[in-house]
C-alpha cells in the first residue's frame, strides 16, 4: 500500500460491519465477485462472453469483438475487454467506481483501477483463475492472485435468485465504536 492508503485501509478494518459496500447490498466489483461463496454461469456467444453471477443475479458482459473501452463513468463491475491466448481468456477491465472493496478486511482500490484477469481451464471441471490488479493511486506495485475455481456437478443447476439484506448486526453496538453507534 502506499503509505496513506495504508491508513485507509486500517480505518475501514475498524469499521468494516458498517462501512463494508457489500455489507450495503451494493455490488462487490472485481475481483471480489469471482471468489465469493455464489455460483456463477460462463457463456460465450459469438463477440461476448457472459458472466452471470447468482449474488444480486449480477450479469456481466466481456466484449470479445475487439471493440476499445469506451470513455464512460465507472463502473460496479468495471468494462471488460476480452481476447483469447490460446485456451485462456484474458479479460482487461477498466473504469470502475471507488466504491468497492477486494473484501471484508477494507482492502480497497481507486478509481484508477485496472486488472487483468487470465481464465485457464486446466481440466473438464476447473478453471484456473488469475488476477493482476494495478492501481497506483493505492498500491506501489501491481500485485497478483491466483486460485481454482470448479465446476459445480449438480444435474440441472440454476443460478437461485438472491435476495440481498443488509447485515442485521448493523445496529449491534458489539460490532461499532460508541462513535459509531446509532
Known amino acids: 500500500y502506499q503509505p496513506g492508503a495504508l491508513a485507509r485501509r486500517n480505518e ?21 465477485m469471482t471468489y465469493m461463496p455464489f455460483p456463477f454461469q460462463i457463456v460465450q456467444v459469438p463477440g461476448n462472453v457472459i458472466i452471470a453471477y447468482e449474488y444480486r ?34 479479460v482487461d477491465v477498466r473504469s470502475f467506481t471507488d466504491q468497492t472493496w477486494f473484501d471484508r478486511a477494507g482492502n480497497f482500490h481507486s478509481d484508477a483501477l485496472h486488472i ?21 493511486k493505492v498500491f506501489t506495485r501491481p500485485w497478483k492472485m491466483r486460485m481454482p475455481v470448479y465446476r459445480r456437478q449438480e444435474q440441472n443447476l440454476v443460478l437461485l435468485e438472491y435476495q440481498c439484506h443488509s447485515y442485521a448486526f448493523d445496529k449491534d453496538p458489539r460490532y461499532f465504536s460508541k462513535s459509531e453507534q446509532r
Not at 487483468?116 to 497506483?136: F, L
Open 12 to 32: 475501514n478494518f475498524a469499521k468494516r460491519a458498517s462501512l463494508d459496500p457489500e455489507a450495503k447490498c451494493y455490488l462487490p466489483g472485481l475481483p471480489r
Open 57 to 90: 443475479n449480477a450479469t456481466r458482459i466481456i466484449r470479445t469483438d475487439n471493440p476499445p473501452h469506451p470513455s464512460t463513468p465507472p463502473f460496479w463491475m468495471g468494462d471488460s475487454r476480452g481476447r483469447w491466448d490460446g485456451d485462456t481468456l484474458v
Open 116 to 136: 487483468e484477469e487470465r481464465y485457464t481451464r486446466t481440466g473438464p471441471d476447473h478453471i484456473t483463475y488469475e488476477v493482476t490488479v494495478e492501481d497506483p
